[in-house]
């Protein structure tokens, strides 16, 4: 990742959801998420974002207003008949283990990507976790991006191996857990994981691994970061989407990809990530500001000095 970037654009698509979500803290139905939506909003503290996903006739006008209001470009959301995405998870006692108790894809279903001439030209491009052929379909569609993102899940690595091992080749950055990277790499050691990883083509992985923290592994060098020590997590639900989203959002709007610049983005990924698990959803983000970010940041990089 070398490359100068002159437009902080960024733009992501993913799922637009509402979520059911059931942690040890409690309960909370009908929560705006979703890949896409996690990121973006994450993304919007530090730089612009376009978002392209389908919306159902049921999206409401004040989700739609929330988005707004941070500055997110709503025009790639595209309105189809149907409900919008849902989705039930149900986190365990340890909260980096949960399963999905119901999925209902609605307005997903047949969806076809359009990317319009407006969002061709982000400079960023994330590929949020959806089906990896939905994601080849809309990269095919950018001009030239400078950087590629991509986040996967356990379910598209054992049901669409072959599309989401097709894009490797075409990311700069691999976003995903450490239980996907043994999945995908078909090894136990993470660190074995990562190097498989690299050699199937992605430019770097980052290995997310719930409270402890994160490594960046790109050929010939490993970075790694605590996760912030918080006291009490909520739901760690988007976590990794809003990590992905402070990290390129940062990236973005700095426009410097050398390497000390990579791994403060690492950081402030791993602040707002912070954030997001203190609240059901992304309601923490709703009242989260720039100055607490900066604090976070500040106390993170305390917390990692010697
Ligand atoms: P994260 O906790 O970062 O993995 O992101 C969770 C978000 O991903 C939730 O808001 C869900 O709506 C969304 N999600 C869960 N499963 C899927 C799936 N199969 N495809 C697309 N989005 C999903």
């Not at 189809?80 to 108790?101: I, K, P, Q, S, V």
């Not at 010939?220 to 989407?241: C, I, K, N």
Request: charged letters at 25%; hydrophobic letters at 45%; glycine letters at 10%.
């Amino acid at each position: 990742m070398t490359a100068a970037v002159n437009d902080g654009a960024i733009a992501v698509i993913g799922s637009v959801a509402f979520d059911t979500l059931e942690t040890p803290a409690g309960r909370a139905d009908d929560e705006l998420g979703g890949s896409a939506v996690h990121f973006a909003v994450a993304a919007s503290f530090f730089t612009k974002v376009q978002l392209v996903a389908p919306i159902g006739d049921d999206f409401p006008a004040e989700a739609l207003r929330y988005l707004e209001s941070r500055g997110i470009d709503c025009s790639g959301l595209e309105r189809r008949a149907g409900r919008t995405f849902r989705w039930h998870g149900r986190y365990h006692e340890d909260m980096n283990r949960r399963d999905t108790l119901h999925l209902d894809l609605g307005v997903f279903g047949g969806f076809q990507p359009r990317v319009t001439d407006a969002i061709r030209r982000a400079p960023f491009v994330f590929l949020g976790n959806i089906d990896p052929t939905l994601q080849g379909g809309v990269l095919d569609q950018f001009a030239s991006p400078t950087l590629v993102g991509l986040d996967t899940m356990n379910h598209w690595i054992d049901e669409a191996r072959a599309p989401l091992e097709a894009l490797l080749p075409r990311v700069d950055l691999l976003v995903i857990n450490d239980e996907e990277a043994r999945q995908l790499s078909r090894e136990t050691n993470v660190a074995r994981a990562a190097r498989r990883i690299l050699g199937l083509g992605a430019k770097s992985v980052l290995v997310k691994r719930g409270e402890y923290g994160a490594i960046l592994f790109s050929p010939g060098s490993v970075f790694a970061v605590p996760a912030f020590p918080l006291e009490e997590v909520f739901d760690p639900t988007g976590a990794g989407d809003t990590f992905a989203g402070g990290l390129l959002g940062h990236l973005a709007a700095s426009g410097d990809l050398a390497t000390p610049n990579v791994r403060r983005a690492i950081v402030y990924g791993s602040v707002l990530a912070s954030f997001v698990v203190e609240d059901f959803g992304g309601r923490r983000m709703r009242t989260l500001e720039r100055d607490a970010i900066e604090q976070r940041y500040r106390q993170f990089v305390a917390l990692t000095e010697f």
